[in-house]
Structure formats: C-alpha cells, structure tokens
C-alpha cells in the first residue's frame, strides 16, 4: 500500500495505481520558471496554462512562468549545439535572474538532437532542473500529470511513499541505520571505444525512508563494467569516490547517523564478473566506509539485478500473465547458491521477463521472506511512475 497526499491511502491493483483525485505526498512550490520552444507548432500558452491548472490538482502551487521564450527561425537550421546556446541567450535576456526550472519543448519527432546538448547545458554546466516534452495530440490531464511527477521528483518533492515508510515498519531497515545503493555502468554505442564509460550510484537518505535517493556519477575507461571510482584517494590523504559523498549525504539526511547496515544492488554484471564484484567493488566500499573514521565495520548484502535472460514465466492454467510480485526461490533457481526470480510489474501478455535477483553476499540475515518483501517494495518507490517497475528503483535511478 502506498500514501499519497493528505496521508491518504492509496492501492495499487494488479502493480499499478492513478492519482484521480489526488494529491501528491509531498509537492514542490515553483516560483522561477520558464518555457523554451524549440518546436515551430506549439501554443506554449496552453502548455503553461494546463500545467499550472493541473499542478494545483496535485497540491503542487505553480506561479506564472517568468518568460516563453521561442526559438528563432533562423536558428532551426543551425548545428544543435549552436541551438541550445542561442536559446541560453535568450533565456538570459528575457529572465530577471537565474530559473530554479526550465521546461523545454522539443522539435516533433522522436531521436531528437537538440535533448542531449541541452540536458547537458542545463544540468552540468549550469546547475538547472529540466523537464523535456514533445508536443502531443493527447496533452491531456495524465500526460501533464505524468510530466508533474518527474518535475516534484527532479525538484525534491515525494510523489508517494509506501505505508511501511508512512508508519516505520520497515522489516530489518527500521531498527538499524541502513543505506541502500543503487549501482550501473553505461557504455557508448557498440564499435566506439573512445566514448568514456559512465559509471552511476545512488544512495538512499533521511533514513528510515526507503524512497529517496541522491546520485553520484563519474566518467571512467571505455567499456570497463567494474566502478573504479568508488573509493578515490588524493595526495592529501582525503577520499574524492562516490561513496563518500554518498555517505556524507546519508549522514546529514539521517539525524547524523552513520550507516550501519549497507545493501548493495548491482546491474549490468553477467556470472563470470561476480567475484569482482565482491573483490574489487565491495572492497572499496568498506575503505571509503572506514576512512570516514573509526568504528565497527559495516554489515553488507550484496545482490545483482539481471534482466538479459532467456526465462519467462507463465499460470498453467490460465492465459495472463503471472501476477505483480509474483516470487519463484525454487525447481529453476540454482540449487546451492542463493538467488530467486520476481515478477513485481504486471506486463502485457507475453511480455513479462522475471528479473533475475542474485544474493551474492549477506552479512546482514535476511530471512528470504524479508529480502523478497524488501525487494518488491523497492519495485514501488520509483517516483517518475505509476506502476510497480520490473527492477529495483535504486538500479532505475541509476540507469538514467
């Protein structure tokens, strides 16, 4: 069960659930915003006026934008990044001072070149939440509903959160201070190797919640799948990886509570690579863990999420799919090593792939039970949807 606004309960039937007549559990106030267009048919007016019409449903207050600002003509046959900087320009021009949100409109069609440089300029040069969208013919209440949920999570607020958080009941997590890390690597297209590789991990704060996450993201070798910036030491003796930052962050967000309790799951590793994993990944972790000071070492899970296989699962006797959270720990698992099968999304027939869930360390104890019932919550805590996900939220976040 989740809850929404108003402490609200709210019931997922067959993994997915709506917000008709809801509020969301935590909304945003946007005050400094604007809209750019870099589409040559689109009435920005109505897109701002929706949005805003919709955002108040939501118990998200969403003033006037301070500009809409549109692409000149002349600029649409420029290179796209010579787009994105005239548009920057514009923005300047017709802003009193730097927005805390841009919603962008993109050109009307799919693969768009403009997305990258602009999600770049925006995010990494200058430290700007955006939202993209293309127009749609179907801009109707969900669609700026869908939209709302991924700019309240991009700008910090909770769409919903699981009764467990709502009433601290969390098995195991609950008691005991416990981060949950969420870790991938992406590589550049198949045949390019001078691409870098972009290695990603999130880590959920203000425990107890299991809901929120902040990420860390670095650029590493080409096509190398093991994270080597975990654990960074510098001349000085200070640590610059991405698990001190995270930790720090749990830290601050967390009654300044260090983590006593680390669950680590980890995509896009095949079997062969599973004792690096533990060998190299894992033992970073506990020297960015101990070079934080003194004191007990933490206790670790560790679990790999795989989702390129060739089982699917099936009811005997009926044509549906198998239902949402569906768990099968036995018959087709492996019979000496710890691993389990869940279906926790309900997908159109025929379309359902089990993700693979491999238990290769656990320091912890979790009983089966806790860890299948931890898992699957984790399938519902991915803010931008309205669905239970195929794969962890901590793996989705990272994957983006």
Known sequence: M????????????KGRWNYNNKKLFEPVRIER?????????????????????????????????????DEDNQARRCA????????????????????????C??????????????KKKNLHEMGIVTQCIVPSAKMNDQYFTNVLLKINAKLGGMNSKLALEHSRQIPVINKIPTIILGMDVSHGSPGRSDIPSIAAVVGSRCWPLISRYRASVRTQSPKVEMIDSLFKPLDNGKDDGIIRELLLDFYTTSQQRKPEQIIIFRDG???????????????????????????????????????????????????????????VDKGIVHPKQYDFYMC?????????????????????GFTPDELQSLVLSLSYVYQRSTTAISVVAPICYAHL
């Not at 409109?105 to 990258?116: F, H, M, Q, S, T």
């Not at 926790?344 to 912890?364: C, E, M, N, W």
């Open 344 to 364: 926790a999304h309900a997908g159109p027939i025929g379309t359902s792939r089990p993700t693979h869930y491999h238990v290769l360390l656990d320091q912890i």
């Open 269 to 327: 590793v095949s079997e062969s690579q599973f004792s690096q994993v533990l060998n190299l990944e894992v033992d970073q972790i506990i020297k960015a863990y101990q070079n934080m000071g003194q004191g007990p070492p933490p206790k670790i899970t560790v679990i790999i999420a795989q989702k390129n296989h060739h089982t699917k699962l099936f009811q005997a006797d009926a044509p549906d799919n198998v239902p949402a959270g569906t768990v």
């Open 2 to 13: 989740l809850v929404v606004g108003n402490s609200q309960d709210c019931v997922p039937f």
């Open 33 to 69: 915003w604007a809209i750019v267009n870099f589409s040559a048919r689109c009435d920005m007016s109505r897109i701002s006026r929706e949005l805003i019409n919709c955002g108040r449903t939501k118990g998200i207050i969403i003033e006037g934008p301070y500009s809409l600002v």
């Open 80 to 103: 796209p990044i010579v787009r994105v900087e005239r548009m920057f320009e514009k923005v300047k021009a017709n802003l009193p001072g730097p927005p805390e949100f841009l919603l």
């Open 105 to 118: 409109v993109l050109p009307e069609r799919k693969n768009c070149d403009i997305y990258g440089p602009w």
